[in-house]
């Protein structure tokens, strides 16, 4: 294979050249920090480079495959961490100025696992500050690999710009209101926030205890589940897909909402219209406690970032982005009535979004209601939906929810959300690799123009 084609293999294309000796872990790291020299710094999309340790996990990984010890699919996989997620020996900087970046002693737990499974730690992957406000201006923003005048996307922008670019094949992000899958949409790649708590937290700088969720992004659905069921420790294995019978229910708050662009409900609309005749069944879903869903995640982040914060803001005020310190002030003085009816309203929401999934077996959605934007926006105001139109309920229910490609508008890729019921990440996956299969015979994003 030639460097551009090895840039855009998939995981498992990569693990049978491995295997059979027409490819090696240290080819592929190579290629990797070769794209790196040549799109950095126009993407902005790394925090950390770990060079010298990645080509030495390569070299590891090249002897033990050649010695017939195997991990598993994951074995010699060049991997891109979020820069808010600890790894030995690299600092941890958050996309901040408030500390200087700190040496990590140890791995988080997804990390650990990455490394049993045999994956190299490529880089760190520039974020949103705290994955919370906007890029710190000492940073800057991390650009789009389809329009590098446009962001890729936040918080976890930096992991969905590597893989996009074809750096690497897998990366890691974070997600509190959409924060994988709002980049994953903006670049044309596959993201997925699992279930609360699949996904082991430790060693993650946390932005709201409650609403986190650590998950991967890839370039398909199936390497999609090959680094989900890494990070979480079990097995999905999901057959050939199939929609035939397959129930899937379009939400209308995020289906008919009128902040998506005519490109964006015209593109909505050709899909479930291909999904359709490939056998599944559409049907329109109305669960009106949508509608207070991002109002009240705003009433519960608020204040749990706050507290997170609050030492880190004794210590050094200036040293956040104008608006992640306006953010964090604002958690201060939120009130605690008004937490805890939010939380009281979270478990009416789950229990009407599980109640939907006796009609339906999955739930789908534009995954944001635009292109990828010239800035990242701003943190919606009470009455404004924005990029989080469809993705801030998954975090208040816990739901498994993934952004997959569907389409363009002109050169800028869109993204078609779908989401299934607490603990049925295998289900949805399943489901995510019919409708890809539905997608790509359509339209699937060019490979980005910056390359």
């Known amino acids: 294979m030639t460097a551009d084609e090895i840039a855009f293999t998939g995981v498992a294309e990569l693990g049978r050249a491995y295997r059979n000796g027409s490819l090696s872990p240290v080819d592929a790291v190579r290629v990797s920090l070769q794209r790196l020299e040549s799109l950095e710094p126009a993407l902005n999309a790394v925090a950390q480079r770990l060079d010298a340790t990645a080509l030495a996990e390569a070299e590891q990984a090249t002897a033990e495959l050649r010695s017939g010890k195997d991990r598993g699919p994951l074995h010699g996989i060049p991997v891109a961490i979020k820069d808010l997620i600890d790894v030995e ?14 040496m990590a002693s140890e791995d988080a737990a997804l990390v650990q696992r990455l490394r049993e499974a045999g994956a190299i730690i490529l880089c760190k992957a520039n974020l949103l500050e705290y994955a919370y406000g906007i890029a710190h201006p000492d940073i800057g923003q991390t650009n789009n690999p389809h329009d590098i005048g446009r962001t890729s996307g936040g918080s976890s922008g930096g992991s969905a710009a590597l893989v996009a670019g074809g750096i690497l094949p897998l990366a890691i992000g974070t997600d509190t209101g959409g924060s994988i899958r709002i980049p994953a949409s903006y670049c044309g790649i596959v993201g997925l926030k699992p279930s609360f708590g699949l996904v082991s937290l430790d060693g993650v700088f946390p932005l709201s205890w409650s609403l986190d969720h650590a998950g991967p992004l890839a370039r398909s659905v199936a390497d999609t589940a090959l680094l989900l069921e890494a990070i ?26 009128p902040e998506l662009t005519p490109a964006v409900a015209a593109n909505l609309a050709e899909a479930l219209k291909r999904l359709e005749a490939a056998g599944a069944i559409i049907k329109r879903i109305d669960i009106p406690e949508l509608r207070l869903a991002n109002s009240e995640l705003r009433r519960i982040i608020l204040p749990e970032a706050s507290v997170i914060h609050a030492g880190l803001y004794i210590e050094n005020p200036a040293g956040y982005a104008l608006r992640t310190r306006s953010q964090v002030e604002a958690g201060f003085e939120a009130k605690a009535v008004d937490y805890i009816k939010a939380q009281d309203f979270r478990v009416k929401l789950r229990n009407a979004m599980e109640a939907a999934f006796a009609e339906v077996d999955v739930l789908i959605g534009p995954s944001v209601p635009f292109p990828a934007p010239i800035e990242d926006p701003e943190f919606t105001e009470d009455g404004e939906e924005g990029e989080m139109l469809s993705s801030g309920f998954a975090n208040m229910t816990g739901q498994p929810s993934l952004s997959l490609p569907s389409g363009v508008d002109g050169h800028l ?21 019919g409708v890809e299969a539905v997608l790509d015979a359509w339209r699937r994003p060019s490979l980005p123009a910056v390359l």
């Open 413 to 433: 890729p869109l993204g078609l959300q779908l989401t299934g019921p607490v603990g049925g990440d295998g289900k949805l996956l399943q489901i995510a690799l």
């Open 89 to 102: 020996g690299a600092p941890t900087g958050y996309g901040s100025k408030v500390r200087p970046p700190a």
């Open 232 to 257: 979480a420790g079990k097995t999905f294995q999901p057959s050939p897909p199939s929609l035939a019978g397959v129930r899937i229910g379009a939400v209308s708050f995020h289906c008919e909402s």
